[in-house]
């Protein structure tokens, strides 16, 4: 049973559009975490926020913004996807020892 | 820096035994494994911490050498569920909530 949701789960767009990947966890954790991953490759942090209204940028460079205004809801935007924003997209959370709980993930296609 | 992983896939019979290795350059606080079946979100395995200790459910066990800055992961009598990717991730400091990831190593069970 998941307790943290990404929509969409596929999304195909064309270049220019703006974009917003959801994520929303029900467990109360603090720490959240945007990671781009693209196929059969491995995990690459873009995003991280240890709380609300705090937000950090990640190891890989990514022209994608966050936000947490709430504690359950971690939003990634991307203001003008391109071809090479093409990727899947996984959030997760975390308490503690730092057990990442991942979401489904969202599967972006930009033509 | 990320960590190394090898080898970077394998192929058992059911029943065999296979060892992956996760390896640093850096000092290392823990070490983390999660595996990701194909098409799916990657799921944790075990945690270990700076203290050589080892862990394990089931036939999957982890050890974690403090002076090499290396894990190993030891899938025994291994079964058809256990294809997948593993990765292992990790955490240079108890206070850094940022994992990074090494790139994988696939696994394939074969009847």
């Known amino acids: 049973e998941a307790d943290i949701y990404q929509t969409p789960r596929y999304l195909v767009i064309g270049t220019g559009k703006k974009i917003t990947l959801e994520c929303s966890q029900t467990?109360?954790?603090?720490?959240m975490y945007w990671y781009q991953q693209d196929p059969g490759m491995e995990l690459h942090l873009i995003h991280y926020?240890?709380?609300?209204?705090?937000?950090e940028k990640g190891d890989l460079s990514s022209e994608s913004t966050v936000s947490r205004i709430r504690t359950e809801h971690f939003p990634l935007t991307l203001e003008s996807a391109r071809p090479s924003h093409t990727s899947q997209y996984l959030c997760?959370?975390?308490?503690?020892?730092?057990?990442?709980?991942f979401g489904a993930g969202s599967r972006l296609t930009v033509l | 820096q990320q960590p190394v992983q090898s080898p970077q896939a394998v192929i058992l019979r059911e029943g065999e035994d296979a060892v992956i290795n996760c390896s640093s350059s850096?000092?290392?606080?823990?070490v983390h494994w999660y595996r990701q079946k194909h098409g799916e979100a990657p799921v944790f395995l075990m945690i270990?911490?700076?203290?050589?200790e080892q862990k394990g459910h089931d036939k999957i066990s982890a050890s974690f050498n403090e002076k090499k800055q290396q894990s190993s992961l030891y899938l025994t009598a291994s079964q058809l569920s256990y294809s997948g990717t593993y990765f292992c991730?990790?955490?240079?400091?108890?206070?850094?909530?940022?994992?990074?990831f090494g790139k994988g190593t696939k696994l394939s069970v074969i009847p």
């Open positions: 850096k000092a290392l606080y823990s």
């Open positions: 467990m109360g954790h603090d720490k």
């Open positions: 926020s240890y709380g609300v209204n705090s937000t």
């Open positions: 997760a959370s975390s308490f503690g020892a730092n057990v990442l709980t």
């Open positions: 270990l911490l700076k203290g050589g």
């Open positions: 991730g990790t955490a240079t400091g108890a206070g850094s909530y940022q994992l990074t």
